[in-house]
């Protein structure tokens, strides 16, 4: 049997409703042998798999603990070694804050053609269900998908090109450090009037605002610890989001 009959397939699975999937991502799922999943994935999205297919969580859930990325890394190449279709399932877009770079480098490495499946990135789901634009005319000519978090658990220190009064920002990671992010933006020259919102579970029904504010009030926030994946978003687009949110009734869940 040959050892690399299939490429691993890199999946985005979206932010988690399975009808956010793309069909070239369902078709991998639906066809998928052993499937390696991260935590963010939702139950409804690995319940497409077929029953047979060999399912391994990689990421922290349910009280179990991460795999380490040369795990990750070496189940993936022994799996598809054996000739198994090997999907590798992440959830948003795999490009963005997803580790595809060094997982497609470690199986090219070890003679294992990858592909590549987009998925709706979670800054992208938080403004079409939230309501706002990423960009907008006159208003954000650039968007900035950043992360607060360094390798070693660090945060970012240097936010000047987050700073610019242009640039709708999405923050991945950052909730824990909003406040400080804030202060950090502030201190680098941004308006402390900028509208700020920090966006949870977006994508399904349990999506929420914990956040909507100004970077000043978000500066000096005392936040309470949230529930599921949340996102930062920083820039005047929000502006839509607030007449969107003044039109109807009820903030917490804007999902239709
Ligand atoms: C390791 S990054 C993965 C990002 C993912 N690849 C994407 O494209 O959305 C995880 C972070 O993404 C953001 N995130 C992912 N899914 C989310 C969701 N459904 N709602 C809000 N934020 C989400 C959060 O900031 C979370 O801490």
């Known amino acids: 049997m040959p050892h690399d009959r299939h490429p691993v397939r890199l999946v985005g699975a979206g932010?988690?409703?399975?009808?956010?999937?793309?069909?070239?991502?369902?078709?991998?799922?639906?066809?998928?042998?052993?499937?390696?999943?991260?935590?963010?994935?939702?139950?409804?999205?690995?319940?497409?798999?077929?029953a047979a297919c060999v399912k391994i969580q990689t990421g922290k859930r349910a009280g179990r603990t991460s795999l380490k990325q040369e795990t990750i890394n070496r189940l993936m190449l022994r799996l598809a070694r054996r000739g198994l279709k090997v999907v590798r399932l992440k959830g948003?877009?795999?490009?963005?804050?997803?580790?595809v770079g060094e997982e497609a480098a470690?199986?090219?490495?070890?003679?294992?053609?990858?592909?590549?499946?987009?998925?709706?990135?979670?800054?992208?789901?938080?403004?079409?269900?939230?309501?706002?634009?990423?960009?907008?005319?006159?208003?954000?000519?650039?968007?900035?998908?950043?992360?607060?978090?360094?390798?070693?658990?660090?945060?970012?220190?240097?936010?000047?090109?987050?700073?610019?009064?242009?640039?709708?920002?999405?923050?991945?990671?950052?909730?824990?450090?909003?406040?400080?992010?804030?202060?950090?933006?502030?201190?680098?020259?941004?308006?402390?009037?900028?509208?700020v919102a920090i966006l949870e579970n977006v994508g399904g029904p349990a999506a929420r605002a914990a956040f909507e504010g100004t970077l000043l009030g978000l500066a000096q926030a005392m936040l309470a610890p949230g529930e599921g994946p949340a996102l930062v978003v920083v820039g005047d687009v929000l502006a839509a989001m607030t007449a969107a949110a003044e039109a109807r009734p009820a903030i917490p869940s804007r999902a239709r």
């Not at 999937?21 to 319940?47: H, P, S």
């Not at 006159?138 to 360094?150: I, K, M, P, S, Y």
């Open 106 to 195: 470690f199986l090219h490495a070890h003679g294992v053609d990858t592909e590549v499946v987009p998925g709706v990135t979670a800054a992208c789901a938080a403004a079409a269900q939230f309501g706002f634009p990423l960009t907008h005319r006159g208003q954000a000519r650039r968007v900035v998908f950043t992360t607060a978090r360094l390798e070693a658990g660090a945060v970012q220190a240097d936010w000047a090109a987050a700073a610019d009064p242009e640039a709708t920002l999405a923050v991945y990671m950052g909730r824990d450090t909003a406040p400080r992010i804030a202060q950090a933006l502030i201190a680098a020259g941004r308006s402390p009037r900028t509208p």
């Open 15 to 50: 932010p988690g409703p399975a009808d956010l999937l793309t069909i070239r991502a369902l078709r991998a799922i639906e066809g998928a042998e052993a499937l390696l999943y991260d935590a963010l994935v939702a139950e409804e999205v690995l319940a497409l798999a077929p």
């Open 92 to 99: 948003g877009d795999p490009s963005i804050f997803g580790r």
